[in-house]
């Protein structure tokens, strides 16, 4: 029998998740098997202790998830706590332990892109699960200050007060009169199928990104990709976020499992040829 891994989430269709890690599984010459659990609201609890009695060893949890999660675990590592939600459970003979690898894989791939934080006005677009694992980076790395503007302005004020910065919502970003800021597009907005909406973010306000970190990773170019570029601004996409985290859950999963650069720098081509081919 396989070892089982999985994701849990809805809707599911277009994740990655599944191919990348069956490759990694593959390429090492591994039993294992990862699956897509496209799980309903109403379903969650019930799918998470279907799950665990089937022996599911690790799960990934994405969008919608992340948060709801939190209250089916055995355990809450520190990090997960701080950012307030979850994207990787481990099988424990207690039941599922949770962690977060979204802050480890943005801070690789902010590392290897050369975009270091430390002194920076930060501002994040978005307010969701994602947005916290991004404040938490930025106030772990000491980013000067971190600004948070959000279409409901309710959800942006609460990151603002978990991690001492301050809330905005479209009507106000006028009132973003710092001179530089770096960038992380963090919403829905601009997501595969829905390639060109786009946010209502006046072109000031593009103007003033020294560096744009979208989080979507397909398409490869998001309008907002493209118009932080217009404007001179550095970009990077979600997509060395998504292959770094996916690698810190399997270290959580397999602390033992080494991947060698030739079969993560395989894997990194093959997942690219799949999402944008
Ligand atoms: P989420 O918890 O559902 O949050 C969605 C956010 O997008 C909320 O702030 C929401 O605003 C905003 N939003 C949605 N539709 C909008 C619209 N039409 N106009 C303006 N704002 C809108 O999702 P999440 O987990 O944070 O994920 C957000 C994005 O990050 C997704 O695109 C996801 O694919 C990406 N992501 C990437 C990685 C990676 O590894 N690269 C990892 C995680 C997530 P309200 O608060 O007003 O609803």
Not at 128 to 134: E, M, Y
Request: hydrophobic share 35%.
């Amino acid at each position: 029998m396989p070892d089982k891994y999985g994701i849990i989430g809805y809707p599911l269709k277009h994740s990655l998740s599944p191919f990348m890690h069956n490759r990694y599984a593959y390429y090492l010459g591994e039993n294992e098997s990862y699956e897509a659990f496209e799980v309903l609201p109403s379903e969650l609890k019930n799918e998470l202790s279907r799950l665990y009695d089937a022996h599911i060893l690790g799960l990934n949890i994405t969008v919608p998830y992340k948060q709801d999660v939190l209250n089916y675990l055995c355990y809450i590592d520190g990090a997960a706590q701080m950012i307030g939600a979850v994207n990787t459970l481990k099988y424990t003979n207690t039941g599922y332990a949770g962690y977060n690898t979204d802050a480890e894989g943005l801070s690789i791939s902010l590392k290897e892109s050369g975009i270091n934080l430390k002194g920076k006005d930060v501002l994040i677009l978005g307010a969701g699960g994602v947005a916290r694992a991004v404040a938490y980076v930025c106030i772990s790395q000491g980013c000067s200050s971190l600004s948070v503007l959000n279409r409901t302005y309710e959800n942006a004020e609460k990151i603002a007060n978990d991690f001492s910065g301050k809330a905005y919502d479209y009507s106000s970003t006028d009132s973003l009169d710092r001179h530089e800021y770096i960038a992380f597009q963090a919403t829905n907005v601009g997501m595969y199928p829905n390639t060109d909406e786009h946010l209502p973010v006046p072109d000031s306000l593009y103007s003033k990104f020294s560096a744009g970190i979208d989080l979507i990773y397909n398409p490869k170019e998001t309008d907002f990709i493209k118009t932080v570029s217009k404007h001179g601004g550095k970009v990077i996409n979600g997509f060395s976020m998504l292959i770094n985290q996916a690698l810190a859950s399997r270290k959580i999963w397999k602390p033992d499992e080494i991947i060698p650069a030739d079969i993560r720098r395989k894997v990194f081509n093959e997942c690219t040829d799949y999402s944008w081919s």
